[in-house]
């Protein structure tokens, strides 16, 4: 884990130089220099792009793993400036097999921005199904396999907030 992995390199005396910031450690090694901001950033730029874009009700998903836990706090930080915080929490499965369930846990109670937080397959069957749910619906998106993963979702992705890599920014619209 990181943390272990720490321990050994502050042993040595070996600088993490370019890395983000995804766990304590990243935080308070005294051997971690990041250049980025990782998930914490991410979950906060995009919730806050949610807000810019006139979402006031907000959800988020994230993939259902002790580490994901904090995205949600990640994300209220972002909209603390807004004066409103995430009413819906959906951790989702890895690998579930249908989405149908977490779309409507998501998009429940006037819910109109949702930001997901999910692994490349279960990130194109989730915003497939929101968007066959509601189309017009706000979204923000942080996944790996980014690449492949807008290009299989094609245009229901449009006006889509997804965040890059530790390099560029941290949130743009598709176009």
Request: glycine share 12%; aromatic share 6%; net charge negative.
């Amino acid at each position: 884990s990181g943390a272990d992995a720490y321990e050994i390199l502050e042993a040595a005396s070996i600088p993490v130089i370019g890395g983000v910031i995804n766990s304590q450690s990243d935080f308070t090694s005294p051997m971690s220099f990041p250049t980025g901001s990782g998930l914490v950033g991410s979950a906060a730029n995009l919730s806050a792009g949610l807000a810019d874009a006139g979402a006031t009700h907000l959800a988020t998903v994230y993939v259902d793993l002790p580490q994901a836990a904090a995205i949600p706090m990640f994300g209220n930080a972002g909209l603390a400036r807004f004066g409103i915080e995430y009413q819906t929490m959906v951790p989702v499965p890895l690998g579930a097999p249908d989405m149908a369930t977490y779309v409507a846990a998501a998009t429940t109670g006037g819910i109109d921005g949702v930001s997901i937080f999910l692994s490349g397959q279960d990130a194109l069957n989730f915003v497939t199904a929101l968007k066959q749910a509601n189309p017009e619906i706000h979204t923000a998106i942080m996944m790996s396999q980014m690449d492949d993963t807008l290009a299989a979702l094609g245009d229901s992705i449009q006006g889509n907030r997804r965040a890059y890599g530790t390099y560029g920014p941290a949130t743009s619209r598709c176009a």
